[in-house]
């Protein structure tokens, strides 16, 4: 089983539309959780932090289920400019360190 | 200010030569990663340093990789000999000093290499 698992999609949805991620995750001592955008052929950059209590930000709001050991991205009144892939990171502790652990990512087509 | 700097950005080589991949990372970040990225496996860890040492190595594949930190504001990851199925897309990343475990990770515009 991977670490962190994702639907690799594509999600094709029509501009305006609302659409979820789920992620899930095998490592129960996740103490963070992050959605990272990736653009075609550009480097990961962080979208928004996941909290136990869910956090919104604009149209993007993430959720923490930590009894499920899943976390969800769910993104209101598509843009074009949503189009990328969404990667789901969790954090697994290690010994005295951690590392971050990347899901292969939820692809996302938002058509016109 | 300038972000995550790697170079080169394309390298194209042939089996068996030397690869050198280049990272600068944001001035004042004390953690520096280094990643590697195909379709097939996605993105994953190879090695990070803390204050220029190494702290976790576990994801390097081999004895071909090899990565330094002599100083704060540098990191080479080589491979030699270099083979086709080293062809990814290799991404530096640094994160400020608060241990990462919660900060965000800055990412270069990493280096394309394809190996012939």
């Known amino acids: 089983r991977k670490e962190v698992e994702q639907d690799p999609g594509p999600f094709n949805v029509p501009e305006g539309a609302t659409v979820a991620f789920n992620c899930t995750y095998s490592?129960?001592?996740?103490?963070?959780f992050f959605w990272y955008r990736q653009d075609c052929r550009k480097e990961p950059k962080l979208l928004m932090s996941?909290?136990?209590s869910g956090n919104e930000d604009g149209r993007f709001t993430a959720q923490l289920n930590r009894a499920s050991q899943y976390i969800s991205l769910l993104i209101r009144d598509s843009k074009l400019s949503d189009s990328a892939t969404y990667l789901c990171?969790?954090?697994?502790?290690?010994?005295?360190?951690?590392?971050?652990?990347f899901g292969s990512g939820t692809r996302l087509l938002v058509r016109p | 200010d300038a972000g995550v700097i790697q170079s080169p950005r394309h390298e194209v080589t042939e089996m068996g030569q030397e690869v050198t991949l280049r990272c600068k990372p944001i001035?004042?970040?004390?953690?520096l990663f280094w990643y590697r990225q195909t379709m097939m496996r996605g993105l994953e860890l190879l090695i990070y340093?803390?204050?220029?040492?190494?702290?976790?190595d576990s994801g390097m594949p081999e004895d071909r990789f090899s990565a330094k930190m002599p100083n704060a504001s540098f990191s080479t990851l080589k491979i030699q000999p270099s083979e086709p199925r080293d062809s990814a897309v290799y991404f530096c990343?640094?994160?400020?000093?608060?241990?990462?475990?919660?900060?965000?990770?800055?990412f270069g515009p990493g280096t394309r290499l394809t190996v012939l």
């Open positions: 990343a640094s994160s400020p000093n608060r241990g990462g475990l919660g900060d965000t990770q800055y």
């Open positions: 490592n129960s001592a996740s103490q963070s």
């Open positions: 996941v909290y136990s």
């Open positions: 990171v969790v954090n697994a502790p290690m010994d005295s360190s951690y590392k971050l652990i």
């Open positions: 001035s004042g970040h004390d953690y």
């Open positions: 340093f803390n204050n220029n040492v190494p702290i976790d």
